[in-house]
């Protein structure tokens, strides 16, 4: 099991900006795929962002264009860096890590077996 830990988040007005980060163990930065997910309740969550070991990255339709994640190695920790949110982004942010051991695979969602704890992002119109 890998320790996650989360911050950001908060209330926003729809247009605006907020960032997430998530801190993990060196071993796990540096070997593991780090997926960004989102729940509304009643719903499953949402697989929306990965970032590959090797750093690229991938984005649901659903934010592509709108998010980005960045890094800073120096502390193991990854960025969900969110613009233009809107009402519809509102819902409970977690970040997650999978293991597959060579590269490609980060957007199998249902891989992921270790989560942070989750921060809140509210979008008012």
């Known amino acids: 099991q890998v320790e996650l830990s989360e911050s950001g988040g908060g209330s926003v007005q729809s247009g605006g900006s907020l960032r997430l980060a998530c801190k993990t163990s060196d071993y796990a930065y540096r070997n593991y795929c780090l997926g960004w997910f989102r729940e509304v309740p009643g719903w499953a969550p949402e697989g929306i962002a990965a970032?590959?070991?090797?750093?690229?990255?991938s984005f649901a339709d659903s934010v592509k264009g709108r998010f980005t994640i960045s890094q800073d190695n120096a502390k193991n920790t990854t960025y969900l860096e969110m613009n233009s949110l809107k009402p519809g982004d509102t819902a409970m942010y977690y970040c997650a890590v999978a293991y597959f051991g060579i590269p490609g695979y980060c957007y199998v969602w249902a891989a992921y077996n270790s989560w942070g704890q989750g921060t809140q992002v509210t979008v008012s119109t």
């Open positions: 970032r590959e070991t090797d750093g690229s990255t």
